[in-house]
C-alpha cells in the first residue's frame, strides 16, 4: 500500500530564506506527483505536477524535483516571501489508478 | 470564469438526514472527484467520475452516493448522515485522470449533531 510521508510537518522560516519542503512514497510505480499549497480554511491550489518520467518542474520562485527509483520528491521555494505561509502537501498518482494519495503536509510559516 | 465551485460551503445537519453537496465546474473536465480532509487522516478520495453516467468507489465510498448526469455536475449524497462524517469535503475535476492537474473546488464544511 502506498504511503507518501512529509517532513517536516511544520517549518517556520524568516522571510528571504530559501527553503526544501520533502516528500517520499513507499511505492515507485507512480505515474505522477503533483504539489498543492492549502491556505486556512480554502481549497487546495495546485502548484506543479511532474510526469514519472520527469526530473523536475519550474514554476516561478518554486521548482519540483522527483527522484522516483528513490522515491523522493522536493519543493524548492526560493527566497521566501510571507505570502508564501500555507501549508503544502504532496500526492502521488499510481500508475493504472486515478486515485490521488496524498500526504499529511508541511505547515509553513514565513516570517517578515 | 467560475472554475470549480461548491455549495452550500457550510452545512449543519442531525445524525440520520440526508443531504447532497453539489459540485459544479465550467471546465467540461472528464473527470471528477470526491475527497473528504480530516485530521489525522488528511485528504482521501471517497469517489469519482470519468464521464457523464460513469462512477467508481474511492478509498472510503460508505454512507456516500454519487451521480453525474451532466458533465458539469457531480453531486454527493450522505443517505444518513452520521457523526463520523463530519469532516470537510472537497470536489475536483481534471481534463484526464492521468496527464492533467486536479483542480480543487473551496471546500464545504459539513457538521453531523
Known amino acids: 500500500k502506498q504511503e507518501v510521508t512529509q517532513i517536516p510537518a511544520a517549518l517556520s522560516v524568516p522571510e528571504g530564506e530559501n527553503l526544501v519542503l520533502n516528500c517520499s512514497f513507499t511505492?515507485?510505480?507512480?505515474?505522477?506527483l503533483q504539489w498543492f499549497r492549502q491556505d486556512p480554511g480554502k481549497g487546495l491550489t495546485s502548484l506543479l505536477l511532474?510526469?514519472?518520467?520527469?526530473r523536475e518542474q519550474t514554476s516561478g520562485r518554486l521548482n519540483a524535483s522527483l527522484d522516483k527509483s528513490s522515491g523522493r520528491s522536493t519543493l524548492y521555494i526560493a527566497a521566501s516571501q510571507p505570502g508564501d505561509s500555507a501549508t503544502y502537501l504532496c500526492a502521488v498518482l499510481m500508475d493504472s489508478s486515478y486515485k490521488l494519495i496524498f500526504g499529511s503536509g508541511t505547515r509553513l510559516l514565513v516570517r517578515p | 470564469d467560475a472554475g470549480i465551485t461548491q455549495s452550500p460551503r457550510y452545512k449543519i445537519t442531525e445524525t440520520g438526514r440526508q443531504v447532497t453537496l453539489m459540485c459544479h465546474q465550467t471546465w467540461s473536465h472528464s473527470y471528477m472527484f470526491w475527497y473528504r480532509q480530516d485530521l489525522g487522516h488528511g485528504l482521501r478520495l471517497i469517489y469519482y467520475s470519468a464521464a457523464a453516467d460513469i462512477t467508481d468507489k474511492g478509498e472510503v465510498p460508505d454512507g456516500y452516493v454519487v451521480s453525474r448526469s451532466k458533465t458539469e455536475n457531480f453531486p454527493l449524497t450522505l443517505e444518513s448522515a452520521t457523526r463520523s462524517q463530519t469532516s470537510v469535503y472537497f470536489c475536483?475535476?481534471?481534463?484526464?485522470?492521468?496527464?492533467?492537474?486536479?483542480?480543487f473546488g473551496p471546500g464545504t464544511r459539513l457538521t453531523v449533531t
Open positions: 511532474i510526469q514519472s518520467s520527469q
Open positions: 511505492d515507485s510505480a507512480i505515474y505522477n
Open positions: 475536483a475535476s481534471s481534463a484526464d485522470g492521468m496527464n492533467y492537474e486536479q483542480y
